[in-house]
C-alpha cells in the first residue's frame, strides 16, 4: 500500500514562503495523479493543488493561484507544494494525496473524492 509523508510544514510570517513536499518509499509514484489539500480549524478540507501522472497539466483553487506551484519528481517519488507570499488565512493542516486517474485533475472541487491513498498532513501556521 502506498504511503506518503508530508514534510516542510511550520511557522511562516505573512508574505513568507514554504516548501512543502509529499514522498513515499518502496512504491512508484508515477502513474498516480497526485494533489495537495488543506483543512483549516473548523472548516472543510479542500482540494488546492493537483498535478496529473506525467507532470504535463496542473490545477489551483482560485484562493491560491499565482502564489502556489505544485511540481513533481518521479524520479525521486516526490510532489511539491512550493508555497509564497503566505497569507494568515492559509494556516491549515496540508495533506498531500494520490489517486488513479488524471480525469480527476480537471477540477478541484471534486478533486477529493478521486483519491485514494493520503498522508497524514504537515501544519502550516501563517502568524506574524
Known amino acids: 500500500q502506498l504511503q506518503l509523508v508530508e514534510s516542510g510544514g511550520g511557522l511562516v510570517q505573512p508574505g513568507g514562503s514554504l516548501r512543502l513536499s509529499c514522498t513515499t518509499s518502496?512504491?512508484?509514484?508515477?502513474?498516480?495523479?497526485l494533489g495537495w489539500f488543506r483543512q483549516a480549524p473548523g472548516k472543510e478540507r479542500e482540494g488546492i493543488s493537483c498535478?496529473?501522472?506525467?507532470?504535463?497539466?496542473?490545477n489551483y483553487v482560485d484562493s491560491v493561484k499565482g502564489r502556489f506551484t505544485i511540481s513533481r519528481d518521479n524520479a525521486k517519488n516526490t510532489v511539491y507544494l512550493q508555497m509564497n507570499s503566505l497569507r494568515p488565512e492559509d494556516t491549515a493542516v496540508y495533506y498531500c494525496?494520490?489517486?488513479?486517474?488524471?480525469?480527476?485533475?480537471?477540477?478541484?472541487?471534486?478533486?477529493?473524492?478521486?483519491?485514494?491513498?493520503w498522508g497524514k498532513g504537515t501544519l502550516v501556521t501563517v502568524s506574524s
Open positions: 494525496a494520490a489517486g488513479d486517474s488524471d480525469y480527476v485533475c480537471m477540477s478541484t472541487d471534486q478533486l477529493q473524492y478521486g483519491m485514494n491513498q
Open positions: 518502496g512504491y512508484s509514484l508515477d502513474y498516480h495523479v
Open positions: 498535478i496529473t501522472s506525467n507532470g504535463a497539466r496542473t
